[in-house]
């Protein structure tokens, strides 16, 4: 693989993207920190909450299964990208399991931003070194095709994504009934994992500081304090540096750390909830995504 200021991230978005991810950043703990934020996004918006609630209601799904099956599939789609045969069976299933909730397109347009964005979002909400602009760009250009391959209406610009999102946030935000018990169920998830016992305090203003006010009065979640953000800003600032020294990983870490379930038999054919199980990529009925579409 080139060395990371070769690429030109127009043409090798794919392949920028997956060594930032795999390679630079690809520790366990920096990626469920940005999965977590970017879930409670989700959360936040009126309309997806009670879809969020609705497909953990009843059943076996719980949170950590949640997390390592999304990441998963993240893990894929990262490997794969979005041109190749098994890239599109992968979206495929994935949009065809989608379609057993009623999901407004604009809500699946502003997920894929929440892809897009929180990884740039969060540094600069801490006021810390993050992302270059070719590895920013190249990230949009990657969940953009990715969103067009499961039939999303993306945007062409940057800009023009991330000014879209910003509005749907001011627009759609709004702390319903069941988002402060499924926010706070994912964030301990993430200290189970990464601050266990008595270093749960500290997991949760990690996630606190990672996210902006109106986030956390949307998920129902109590604003840090301003020395708090400056001494996270600081630890955030102190990872992004050193991983530009020494990358997490030697290679291409997308799929081990989420994999225990499934072990050898990994498949994005498998993975997933009980009730999905006989879903394939032919079970998806419309070519785009979203409610009346």
């Known amino acids: 693989m080139r060395h990371i200021a070769t690429l030109d991230p127009v043409e090798d978005a794919h392949e920028l993207t997956r060594l930032v991810v795999g390679h630079v950043f690809s520790d366990a703990f920096f990626v469920d920190t940005l999965f977590t934020v970017a879930y409670w996004r ?36 990262y490997r794969d990208g979005w041109q190749s045969d098994t890239a599109g069976q992968t979206i495929d299933r994935l949009a065809a399991m989608h379609e057993r909730f009623a ?32 590895e920013a760009q190249a990230l949009f250009l990657f969940w953009r095709e990715v969103g067009r391959r499961w039939g999303i209406d993306i945007p062409e610009g940057q800009a023009e994504f991330r000014s879209w999102m910003e509005n749907y946030e001011q627009a759609t935000y709004e702390r319903t009934e069941h988002a402060p018990a499924m926010a706070q169920a994912m964030a301990d998830d993430y200290c189970r994992r990464f601050f266990p016992g008595p270093l749960r305090t500290l997991g949760m203003q990690v996630l606190r500081c990672c996210s ?46 989420w994999n225990r379930e499934y072990g050898a038999a990994l498949n994005p054919m498998t993975v997933g909830p009980n009730w999905a199980r006989s879903i394939t990529p032919q079970s998806r009925r419309r070519a785009s995504a979203g409610r009346g579409d």
């Open 42 to 77: 989700q959360i936040a918006v009126r309309t997806i909450a009670p879809i969020l609630h609705q497909s953990g209601r009843g059943s076996t799904y719980e949170t950590g299964k949640r997390v390592n099956d999304t990441l998963l599939f993240f893990g894929f789609i």
């Open 103 to 134: 999901i407004a397109a604009d809500d699946f347009r502003y997920t894929t931003a929440s892809l897009c964005f929180e990884p740039i979002r969060i540094p600069e909400t801490l006021r810390s070194p993050g992302l270059t602009e070719d």
């Open 212 to 257: 902006d006010e109106r986030l956390l009065d949307a998920v129902g979640q109590p604003h840090p304090s301003a020395l708090t953000r400056k001494l996270i800003g600081g630890m955030v600032r102190l990872y992004m540096t050193s991983r530009r020294v020494v990358p997490a990983s030697a290679g291409p870490q997308l799929l081990r750390p």
